[in-house]
């Protein structure tokens, strides 16, 4: 069974803040993908980032970066200087040998002028 | 690409009434998924198809709920009879077939379907 775990229910910060959200996630699979995705306020979900599990290489992106550590079982994205635009919930995914995907209950991000 | 296709994109419907929700994934991608978002549960994996024939329907909460795919560019979920606890956003998604050593490749989300049961 997968189980992805999104402990921050929500998080509030100022605009420039950084902000690290966490992803915690269980997977007996020995390949496997994790995802973020963004749901802004209207609605639809956006794609951010897949890493497969032979990857640990950290990923930037602008001013979002994402820390792999299969160690720990986490993938956990940050924000670097947030804006207002940045206010979404934000969902981690695992996607194993079954092909489906398992979704965290998401990270509600709010970003304040 | 135009992406996902879901519509309508918006539905209100009464308590009792028979809903059909439908989807067109990207061209080329022979999965798809029927997701469901609601405040109290999260995102739902419903049901998948690959190559158009069902994988897993364990999400599926009733058998009030039903899926199909006809071909490779069409598939509907319906409800009949609808519930107001049925009342969520529905996602549909599509990807592709990953290479060998790649079983999982990205999904792609429609815009989602705003079902409201009154």
């Known amino acids: 069974a997968q189980k992805v775990t999104q402990a921050q229910t929500e998080i509030s910060v100022v605009e420039k803040e950084d902000v690290t959200l966490d992803c915690v996630y269980e997977t007996r699979d020995t390949t496997y993908y994790l995802f973020w995705y963004k749901q802004p306020p209207s609605g639809e979900l956006v794609f951010l980032i897949r890493r497969n599990s032979f990857d640990e290489q950290n990923e930037i992106s602008g001013r979002y970066s994402w820390n792999f550590q299969k160690s720990t079982s986490s993938f956990n994205f940050t924000i670097t200087a947030s804006q207002v635009v940045d206010s979404a919930v934000y969902f981690c995914a695992l996607s194993g040998n079954a092909g489906k995907s398992t979704f965290g209950d998401g990270t509600t991000l709010t970003v304040k002028p | 690409d135009a992406g996902v296709i879901q519509s309508p994109r918006h539905e209100v419907t009464e308590m009792g009434q028979e809903v059909t929700l439908r989807c067109k994934p990207i061209?080329?991608?022979?999965?798809l998924f029927w997701y469901r978002q609601t405040m109290m549960r999260g995102l739902e994996l419903l049901i998948y198809f690959n190559n158009n024939v069902p994988i897993d329907d364990s999400g599926m909460p009733e058998d009030r709920f039903s899926a199909k795919m006809p071909n490779a560019s069409f598939s509907t979920l319906k409800i009949q009879p609808s519930e107001p606890r049925d009342s969520a956003v529905y996602f549909c998604?599509?990807?592709?077939?990953?290479?060998?050593?790649?079983?999982?490749?990205?999904?792609?989300f429609g815009p989602g379907t705003r079902l409201l049961v009154l």
């Open positions: 998604a599509s990807r592709p077939t990953g290479t060998p050593k790649r079983t999982s490749e990205t999904q792609y």
């Open positions: 061209s080329g991608h022979d999965y």
